[in-house]
């Protein structure tokens, strides 16, 4: 293992080991509070552009295996952490973390103080960084975080959607290594691909959906000609305020289709409607998030990973809060209050979990 400098804009300085690819990347620094899913959470399109700092000290002990991926590859700029294991026992992995890092080209760097890397965030914010194996020039370094664009004003979800639509059959992983199929496809969702996890799509499946995926700028017209008995409208990465076209075609939509969204799909839901988007301090990532159903008084534990928040004041007289997180308050669930359409900031279909609010794919398929 050869020397990293993890430098933030703000000139804090952290010197670890380099593990997984060599050279230099940048992006925002956020953290993460799942003790478990480092893989889920490497190859979650949510995360393009930024660098994840994992506040589980032990990373990497059960390896990778490409069965539970979130989508085709990692998206990751970075990955940070206390401890790598380069040693990994589990009989479903194929690789070491390391090794999945390098042939992705992505750094890990291990051997800082993550605790005082959360703390420094939490304090301060989520702020840009880069991390070098390359350059052990600090000023240099600094100069380069400063110089980083800021997530927002981005469209970041054009480097993640696909680039043609396909058909999506295949259900969770069982335990004899294979994925649940129904016997019979009961409803066809439409689901517009802004980063969407795969974990989704097989939680739909289990539902007896057959889901066609398409492209993020896919539009109301190419929408109507798949014939769908209902929208979902996906998770992605960044700012939704500047995806202009998302938004048009989420309004147009839901106008005539029941409809589900999560996290991003949330915000683009609240958009579409006049309603509004801001920047959280430090967002909400991990899988330990308490959130209170309003409608059942009910409090699940969650998993989340987003940067920005609703604000539906404006369209109080059109939708409802149904969730809210009860750490800061924020909301984390809006309906309609007159059309088949409801949406979620968490994520209710997180692997490996928790799996508390699994049931809503079974509210979303009761909908169609």
């Known amino acids: 293992m050869s020397k990293a400098f993890l430098v933030f804009e703000d000139g804090l300085v952290f010197e670890g080991e380099s593990f997984g690819a060599v050279g230099e990347s940048t992006g925002e620094v956020v953290f993460n509070t799942s003790m478990t899913g480092y893989q889920e959470i490497l190859t ?22 490409e069965e539970d991926f979130e989508s085709i590859k990692p998206f990751v700029s970075a990955f940070i952490v206390k401890e790598y294991s380069p040693i990994y026992s589990n009989y479903r992995a194929t ?151 998302a938004i048009e075609t989420v309004a147009k ?39 209170k159903d309003l409608t059942t008084g009910k409090v699940e534990i969650t998993a989340q990973n987003h940067c920005f928040a609703v604000d539906i004041q404006k369209i109080l007289d059109k939708f409802e809060i149904t969730h809210i997180n009860l750490n800061d308050d924020t909301v984390e669930g809006i309906k309609h209050k007159t059309k088949s359409i409801f949406a979620v900031q968490y994520h209710p279909e997180n692997g490996p979990g928790p799996h508390d609010a699994k049931y809503l794919f079974k509210r979303f398929v009761e909908l169609l």
């Open 44 to 65: 979650d399109p949510s995360y393009y552009g930024q660098m994840v700092t994992m506040t589980y000290p032990l990373i990497g002990n059960y390896g990778i295996n």
């Open 95 to 245: 690789s070491s973390l390391g090794d999945f890092l390098k042939k992705h080209g992505i750094i890990g760097i291990q051997g800082i103080d993550t605790r005082m890397v959360v703390r420094h965030i939490r304090e301060a914010g989520s702020m840009n960084a880069v991390i070098s194996t390359i350059d052990n020039d600090k000023e240099s370094l600094k100069q380069k975080a400063k110089n980083i664009p800021s997530i927002v004003g981005q469209d970041l979800v054009q480097y993640v959607t696909c680039n043609e639509p396909y058909e999506w059959l295949e259900g969770s992983w069982q335990l004899d290594g294979s994925f649940y199929k129904p016997k019979k496809y009961s409803k066809h969702v439409v689901a517009l691909d802004f980063g969407i996890k795969r974990n989704i799509l097989r939680y739909l499946v289990d539902e007896g959906c057959r889901v066609t995926v398409v492209p993020a700028k896919t539009t109301f017209e190419e929408i109507e000609k798949l014939k769908p008995d209902g929208i979902f409208i996906s998770n992605g990465p960044g700012d939704p305020a500047p995806l202009y076209y």
């Open 253 to 291: 939509v839901t106008e005539k289709y029941p409809s589900f969204g999560i996290c991003l799909g949330n915000q683009l839901l609240a958009l579409a409607y006049g309603g509004t988007t801001y920047k959280l301090k430090f967002g909400h990532h991990g899988g330990n998030q308490p959130v």
